[in-house]
């Protein structure tokens, strides 16, 4: 399923270009172009590649636990529910989410240390912008990690995230690079599709979990105990 975080990696990318993109169009290191220009706003946006890929790992380590204790199904619908959850309610990754869970005084700080770091103008500085903005509440990646959870084994879930997070790589870096490359209607259009690719990825993760004997839509899961190999003591 590495594929499905591409997919929504690359669709989130237009939602980030709106949510993050201030911040991308608004690095240091000039304000022309040139190798440090260029390449550090690439870094920036390897660090958020680079969080993503980390958050994918605690996915990873969620979901492997859960896998174990034979929830694979479970696991796989339950993720399924929540991107759709997610994608029908959408006030529940807004600001106001913050509110509900107390969470308001992080990202603030969140925040305060990303903008500390933008009066540094070194890659280092530029990397850890990308880290932290990873960090930021965005309903996107919590649609990704939903994903990575039901992904096989750690491995899986870590390149779930990093295939997320290279989806949204091009666009982004462009943006970071001159925000009018992309015109806003497209940007608008593509913001517009994501609730309806993410409904569709989100149908399939239920499929996959009901364990219908489909092949490549819901086929049958293995179980752990299965998949275990028995030791024959001549």
């Given at each position: 399923?590495?594929?499905?975080?591409?997919?929504?990696?690359?669709?989130?990318?237009?939602?980030?270009?709106?949510?993050?993109?201030?911040?991308?169009?608004?690095?240091?290191?000039?304000?022309?172009?040139?190798?440090?220009?260029?390449?550090?706003?690439?870094?920036?946006?390897?660090?958020?590649?680079?969080?993503?890929?980390?958050?994918?790992?605690?996915?990873?380590?969620?979901?492997?636990?859960?896998?174990?204790?034979?929830?694979?199904?479970?696991?796989?619908?339950?993720?399924g529910v929540?991107?759709?959850?997610?994608?029908?309610?959408?006030?529940?990754?807004?600001?106001?989410?913050?509110?509900?869970?107390?969470?308001?005084?992080?990202?603030?700080?969140?925040?305060?240390?990303?903008?500390?770091?933008?009066?540094?103008?070194?890659?280092?500085?530029?990397?850890?912008?990308?880290?932290?903005?990873?960090?930021?509440?965005?309903?996107?990646?919590?649609?990704?990690?939903?994903?990575?959870?039901?992904?096989?084994?750690?491995?899986?879930?870590?390149?779930?995230?990093?295939?997320?997070?290279l989806g949204?790589?091009?666009?982004?870096?462009?943006?970071?690079?001159?925000?009018?490359?992309?015109?806003?209607?497209?940007?608008?259009?593509?913001?517009?599709?994501?609730?309806?690719?993410?409904?569709?990825?989100?149908?399939?993760?239920?499929?996959?979990?009901?364990?219908?004997?489909?092949?490549?839509?819901?086929?049958?899961?293995?179980?752990?105990?299965q998949e275990?190999?028995?030791?024959?003591?001549?």
């Amino acid at each position: 399923m590495w594929w499905a975080g591409l997919v929504i990696g690359f669709i989130s990318s237009f939602h980030c270009v709106g949510m993050c993109g201030p911040i991308a169009m608004a690095l240091p290191v000039g304000r022309g172009s040139g190798a440090s220009f260029v390449g550090g706003r690439l870094l920036y946006n390897l660090g958020r590649v680079t969080t993503y890929t980390t958050l994918g790992l605690v996915a990873g380590l969620l979901g492997r636990t859960l896998q174990l204790a034979g929830w694979q199904q479970t696991i796989s619908i339950a993720s399924g529910v929540i991107m759709l959850l997610l994608v029908l309610l959408p006030k529940i990754h807004t600001g106001n989410a913050g509110q509900w869970l107390g969470t308001d005084r992080w990202w603030n700080a969140l925040r305060k240390a990303i903008g500390k770091r933008f009066m540094n103008p070194s890659a280092g500085s530029l990397y850890s912008v990308g880290i932290l903005n990873g960090l930021l509440p965005c309903g996107m990646v919590y649609f990704a990690l939903a994903g990575a959870v039901s992904a096989p084994g750690v491995g899986g879930a870590m390149l779930y995230m990093l295939m997320f997070g290279l989806g949204t790589l091009p666009l982004m870096w462009l943006v970071s690079l001159s925000g009018k490359l992309i015109q806003p209607k497209w940007r608008a259009l593509m913001r517009n599709a994501v609730p309806y690719v993410a409904g569709c990825l989100a149908v399939l993760f239920i499929l996959r979990g009901l364990n219908l004997g489909v092949p490549y839509l819901s086929p049958k899961l293995v179980s752990s105990e299965q998949e275990a190999p028995v030791c024959h003591v001549p």
